[in-house]
């Protein structure tokens, strides 16, 4: 799933939607998140991580900026883990604005849900 919001420069505010097979916690999908970020996006630098709980499970958050032809971008990333399936929602935003839209993220990202 992807949705796109309003446009910032070059770039629309954009969040989507990707799941996975994962049957590990948290703590053991850290490091291969952050792993894959470095090795898939040019200029990676992580700026924010931690663990909580979203709709009453295991959660973990990142938040990384990067290069892209349409300019410096970060996201968020929220990983929602069920025993069996991986669920990672990403919001994205040019780095210039990101801080003015990460209420908003984190409203949304907060408030999910997941029937698994």
Known sequence: MLYMGPKEGEFAVN?????VQ?????KQ????VKQTLARSAMGYRCMDEGF?????????FISSAFD?????LQN???QILT????????????????Q?????????GLSARVDD
């Open 15 to 19: 969040f989507n939607v990707n799941v």
């Open 22 to 26: 994962y049957g590990g916690t948290p």
């Open 29 to 32: 999908a850290l490091p291969v």
């Open 52 to 60: 909580l709980a979203i709709d009453g499970r295991e959660s973990l």
């Open 68 to 72: 892209m032809p349409a300019g410096r």
């Open 76 to 78: 968020l990333q929220y």
């Open 83 to 98: 025993g069996k399936r991986g669920y990672t929602i990403t919001f994205t935003a040019p780095q210039s604005v990101f």
């Open 100 to 108: 003015k839209y990460r209420p908003i993220f984190e409203k949304c």
